[in-house]
């Protein structure tokens, strides 16, 4: 398996051709997904005692596999949290996996660790937080969020009145759904507060009010949002970062999907007071342009996060050796084995520069206004609430649930586009509506006019 031949040569060829093909393609079909029964009967037995050949298992990708996936970049994928990584970032995650570098600890990985540094040096200068402040790249937001609440668990656990206790952290309804999960990880209870909308300090303030003595001595953490994946609502991260000053509680800030509108002079005064944060989230993978799977976590305090994440072991010992000092990314996060992930984004940053980042994402903010304003003109559709960030609710006008759920899979199994529903919260319950999130600036005003449109 691992001799050089000239199979092994051919199969380069028609990898890297391939990726070329890939790589500067201008359009590509959005793929409809099958049944895992469908695509057996297509492929048929696939891993085997003798193997059938990477020749033979590479056609049967190309010709059906690939077919069966929505590619992320699509600029009619406008569902969840899409990615348009750049073809600069795509290219050096080819080199990336072809450099086979173990990025736990820099006596394996410093040239591939400098350069992610380089990368997390930027994105922190984003924030504002104080000298000092550093962070390292996960892969994704839920690991990103659960290394945060571990530090901030462990920190908290430090004062021997809370060891026995079972640690409770406040968010809002309006949070990610990796935060419920991070939280069962955590071992830690969650207390919601009932808005979808922006969290105040008031409101956060209210629900501290009305805890209990036994919840307050538990509490140690509140998770804001700085870019809601639903609706793109930040919170009042100033009013929620003074509270969490005033109550000496732990300020997290998911930000995994609105971090990349730091870089955006348009929005950046929203995000007034992610400055005060304890910790925070971001994901290249999504409005950084990065390949999947890329996140990042970012401390005020790194040292605390070394505390709770460094991972001891005889044959771990020569890595924190004098011999071998440089940054080691596992301290810092709960993965020991690690990728060197965010080598895609610095070679992108390094190739574009931060100014074609920063129009790159005020062109999806640009592309949210574009969408409100067309879905106003339209008497078919109408705002569930205006535009915030790059995302837009909107509903059909006189549609039930069941014709959101039809349509969308229609657009699908025509290739035409993924655009899904979702719901939001009213007085009498929560309305099932449709939701557009941009991402790719190569997603035009007439994408959004001809979806729209599907809707009539």
Known sequence: MHKIDIDLVEMTMDVMKYTIDRVSATKSK???????????????????????????????????????????DHPRHLAFVPAAPTRAAIMFDLITSASSIHGAYWMEGAGGIFCENEAMSWIVSLTGLPKGAFGVFTSGGTAANLSAIVTAREFWREDDAFKGEKGLIITSIGAHSSIKAMAKVADVDILLVDTEDVLYGAALQECIDLLTAHQRKRLFAVVATGGTTNAGIIDDLDGIGAICEKENLWFHVDAAYGGGALVADSVRHLFNGIERADSITIDPHKWMFSPYDCGAVIYKNPELAKKAHSQEGSYLEIFKDEGAHGFNPTDYQIQLTRRVRGLPLWFSLATHGTDKYKEAVERGIELAQIAGKLIKDKPHVELVRDPSLSCVLYR????????????????????????????????????????????????????IEAILDSMV
């Open 30 to 72: 959005i793929g409809k997904p099958k049944k895992s029964e469908e695509l057996k009967a297509l492929v048929g037995e696939t891993i085997t005692s003798e193997g059938v050949g990477g020749e033979y298992a590479f056609k049967l990708w190309r010709k059906h596999l690939s077919k069966a996936t929505v590619p992320i």
């Open 396 to 447: 059909r006008v006189g549609w039930k649930p069941d014709d959101y759920r039809h349509w969308t899979y229609e657009n699908h199994r025509k290739g035409f586009a993924l655009v899904t529903p979702t719901k939001w919260k009213t007085r009498d319950g929560f309305e099932t509506v449709s939701r557009f999130c941009f991402i790719n600036p190569d997603t035009t005003e007439k994408d």
